[in-house]
């Protein structure tokens, strides 16, 4: 067989994009997957791309790379679209077929690209004080009449809102995304998106129609009773349409003040409150040429600068699932108890009949207590959706403009006229990004614990990484992402998101350099506002870029992040002591410490100072690792001396001369091993000695908060005490990860006891059943359990390092990664361990046996075998 025949290649991706279209890069970097017999390594590429000015190709560029290689040929231009297909070539000479090609288009890469202006409906004046609610603002609708040609050639909408919006022509939606632009840094990036509206258009008389509502704009947000009009009190539609017809003429059809504003049947919106919606008001043809608008009034052109349109990195948010209830309770009257079995983020879809006027409301709760929901710990998050029926039969709805973390549903004025258990559909939605990474095990408890992570981390990917999705919060934790990276980007492509993400996290860094608790930044009260240098949560800009460059390879994501990096470190060194020492400053410290006080859950028993010295100096670490990256050379070797003098400092204050630390803390243990504080190899062993004995000494449970269990079970491993950690990992008794199983739970929680043990929800105020934090513990699984890991960036080398224990026979995992499709399974028999692994074309991977022997791999599927571990220490 030859290679020709053999050697296949997908089509090549561009960036992050899962979907290339009306992307922002002129230049955008390409990547292919090979797959190719076993041995066989790429010597060379071509590169073809067929642009508006003919079909190009590059003469053969001899080069192993094959993930995010720089754009070849001239840069695209504002809304140029081009196909690129690539082939490759071995040391012998034999050249594959062209890949399939690659669809690429730009959208709006000048801000001299827009014609379009902001336009806000006229609103009414009102006596000063007397401003409505924003609960009671009611989101409007826009529309436009014109006339095309019939000579379409294609037709492109760049829109974008301040607020929310969604888009029809001529009766019918433009496109399927949700909460679209989504949630940045307002003033300085608001996201447009591009959509192909060619199939919308008809020759002759045309309409176009926007939904508006506040959003993230203009809508309440936070904690504490939230804040509305935090970006601006009016919302706007930025709205260009771009038809381009036969004979090379485009007419563009722009938001400007020959628009019109109307209401419709929607009464109000929030992300926190929920939508009402009044189907009686509905204008059926409104968004349709010929819909009478002469009572409807004019518009205002608002200010927006242009400069601040920036296309997307990422997907974006959209319906994923559709989950049906798996029981329907009737409590009495017409009011009816919904239990979805999976603690999601979306919103509930109805089809109901009764008279016009009638209400529906819907109320959502991620827990029951006796019977009911508990809103408890929604705090002020209203969560309530209300759907008043026009009559004469069945009727769907489902909001548009809100979104909710919810199990469960009340629906109160429930009049049947259909099956519950069809006619209510929860919709999941968040950031539709591409899954990469899988588990499975013979331990179903750890199987389930693994699917509430997945759970948790899709229902927190709404547009950007939050906290939780339910509450009235939904904020941008900089800690809790930080923690949680490495976990994310094995499980999801979610680099493009939180490229973003950390973008807006830039942008909105201090002058000092101070990098909020949260981003985007909003009050938050005296403990939040302003933002103060916390360790743990403004170490993610220096930390995060570090962790999807080692999960994809992206040196340009660290280009991009490095100055707010190198500016967070500088201004720890400003504030730490001449040794070295974070040791002043307010500080969260092990966030959440089961033994912390509930009214106090910084207060946890590991030194704040200890945890903050230790990320100053991984931070450092970072810095320096990254400059020697991007080529600083000077750069990378100060901030190692910086690293060494911290770390130096560190062991000096921290470390006692028997061994111990000054902070008996598993997390204290976890942070010097994991982050490499510790002198030498003698203080790393008894380091991870103390930590087992901690660990037994506390009974197997869990004592460490957010900043100590993500790095609890990899210290354990790292220091030959796998059994000690799976004896952890399967505690049942709380605080442990599978404590939470016991009551049912389908996502992780904020708190070990977010439910006590008599069944009751926790009483104190942070108590969320949605948080991906805890479930850190997830890549421990990967890496450990399974055994795979990324030895070199983009996973062009792979460690298989497998660590049976806990009783488990078996398990696998597997990832989608730059190169192509890692994976291993293992299986423990009375023999041995018997691994079959899965190498992509491009990468080298070897097996490290618990014995201490490695095996390297060739690419392609091996089976290999060896004999049992002797249980470890």
Known sequence: MTHERVLQLAAPTAEHHREPFGIGESSPRLSWKTTAPTGWTQHAYQIEATLADGTHRTDWVTSQDSVLVPWPLRPLTSREACGVRVRVRGADQVTSDWSPPLHIETGLLAPTDWTARAISPQEPHEPHGSERPAAERRPPLLRKEFTAGADIERARLYVTAHGLYEIEINGRRVGDHALAPGWTSYHHRLRYQTHDVTDHLRAGPNAIGAWLADGWYRGRLGFGGGHADLYGDRVALIAQLEIVHRDGTVTVIGTDTSWRAGQGPILSAGLLDGEAYDARQELPGWSSPGFDDGEWAPVDVVARDPATLVAPTGPPVRCTEEVTPVLVTALGADRLLVDFGQNLVGRVRITVSGPAGHTVVIRHAEVLQDGELC???????????????????????????????????????????????????????????????????????????????????????????????????????????????????????????????????????????????????????????????????????????????????????????????????????????????????????????????????????????????????????????????????????????????????????????????????????????????????????????????????????????????????????????????????????????????????????????????????????????????????????????????????????????????????????????????????????????????????????????????????????????????????
């Not at 259909?418 to 750890?446: K, L, Y």
């Not at 390879?553 to 060194?573: F, K, N």
């Not at 959440?592 to 670490?621: K, Q």
């Not at 203080?683 to 037994?696: K, N, Y």
Request: aromatic letters at 10%.
């Open 375 to 873: 809103v408890r710990p929604l705090r002020d998050a209203v969560s309530t959706d209300r759907y008043i029926l026009r009559g004469g039969g069945p009727e769907t709805w489902e909001p548009r403009f809100t979104i909710h973390g919810f199990r469960y549903a009340e629906i109160t004025g429930w009049r049947g006229g259909g099956f519950p258990g069809r006619d209510i559909v929860a919709r999941v939605h968040h950031t539709d990004m591409a899954r990469t990474g899988w588990f499975e095990c013979s331990n179903e408890q750890v199987n389930r614990l693994h699917e509430n992570v997945v759970w948790s981390l899709r229902g927190n990917f709404v547009d950007l990484p939050t906290d939780c999705p339910q509450r009235d919060e939904r904020l941008g934790w900089t800690g809790d992402i930080q923690i949680f990276a490495p976990t994310a980007a094995f499980l999801y492509d979610c680099h493009g998101m939180l490229a973003s993400w950390l973008r807006d996290v830039a942008v909105e860094q201090h002058a000092d350099g101070t990098v909020p608790w949260y981003v985007p930044e909003i009050p938050g009260g005296p403990q939040w506002t302003p933002a103060r240098p916390g360790a743990g949560w403004g170490d993610v800009v220096a930390l995060t870029p570090w962790d999807l460059y080692e999960a994809s390879g992206d040196a340009g994501l660290l280009a991009a992040q490095y100055d707010s990096a190198r500016r967070w470190v500088d201004l720890i060194t400003e504030l730490a002591d001449e040794s070295g020492l974070w040791n002043r400053g307010y500080q969260l410290g092990d966030w959440l410490d089961p033994f912390a006080p509930p009214d106090d859950p910084g207060a946890g028993r590991t030194d704040r100072h200890l945890i903050a010295t230790a990320y100053y100096a991984w931070s450092a670490r970072h810095v320096a690792w990254t400059a020697g990256v991007l080529g600083r050379e000077d750069e990378q070797r100060r901030y190692d001396q910086l690293a060494d003098r911290v770390r130096q400092a560190f062991a000096d204050a921290y470390l006692l001369p028997d061994g111990l630390m000054t902070s008996d803390t598993q997390t204290a243990y976890a942070v010097a091993l994991q982050f490499d504080l510790l002198p030498d190899t003698q203080a790393r062993t008894a380091a991870g000695r103390r930590l087992a004995d901690l660990v037994a000494a506390g009974g197997h449970t869990i004592q460490t908060g957010f900043i100590g269990t993500p790095l609890v079970t990899p210290a354990l491993s790292a220091t030959n005490h796998d059994d000690t950690a799976y004896s952890l990992l399967l505690q049942q008794e709380c605080p442990s990860w599978l404590y939470a199983l016991k009551h049912d739970a389908t996502t992780v929680w904020e708190r070990w006891d977010s439910m006590l043990p008599d069944g009751t929800v926790n009483p104190g105020e942070m108590t969320s059943f949605n948080h991906y934090a805890l479930g850190a513990v997830a890549q421990w699984l990967h890496t450990t359990v399974a055994g795979l890991a990324a030895s070199a960036p983009g996973y062009r080398d792979i460690v298989f390092r497998p660590r049976p224990g806990g009783g488990i026979s078996w398990a696998s995992a597997a990832h989608e990664s730059p190169y192509g499709r890692v994976a291993i399974r293992w299986e423990l028999g009375e023999t041995g361990l018997t691994v079959e692994t899965t190498v992509p074309t491009g990468a080298t991977a070897r097996i490290e046996w618990p014995d201490g022997g490695v095996t390297h791999l060739p690419t392609g599927t091996t089976t290999t075998s060896r004999p049992a571990r002797p249980a470890s220490r």
